[in-house]
């Protein structure tokens, strides 16, 4: 098995973090989600660091041979939205993004990633641990049940007009 380090984001993997969210998009659109604009590339990495400094999360790589090989986004929300109407909101931790290379998977680094949330997130006081997967993405639903997440809900969609 290769070895990997996990280390917080550092503008050194830039090119890598964007190479790394670029695959993970153009996974999903193969799995029937939105096309990445031609732009995604370049932009979605400095809106993804605001949005994670907004909510006091913070980015983690997984590394190795000064490579960055994976990726996960953290952030953390308390008492807004709807949870603002509630006595005690949760505190919950929320990634948005997690990928692996391709040729990296199976090996340990998602799970490796998914720990280095976990233990930020109880580190700042989280009740819960939270994210999303898309739904024609069974690899990564089978992977997160295996790490123990169960489905809170069912987000739907249909499509309408057509």
Known sequence: ME???????SP??????KDLLLTLQLHL?????CAPKPTFRDEYLPYLLREVEKQNGKIFLAVT????IGLVSCKIFFGEGDDAFLI???KSGFVSDL????DMRGKGVGKALLAAAEEFF???GCDRFELTVFAPNKSAYGFYVAQGFEPRSHYMMR????
């Open 3 to 9: 070895q990997f380090e996990i280390v917080e984001y």
């Open 12 to 17: 050194l993997y830039q090119e890598d973090a």
């Open 29 to 33: 659109e193969s799995l029937g989600g």
């Open 65 to 68: 041979d000064g490579k960055a």
């Open 88 to 90: 005690n909101p949760p």
């Open 99 to 102: 990928v692996v290379a391709k």
């Open 122 to 124: 109880v580190s700042n």
């Open 159 to 162: 499509k309408i007009g057509r």
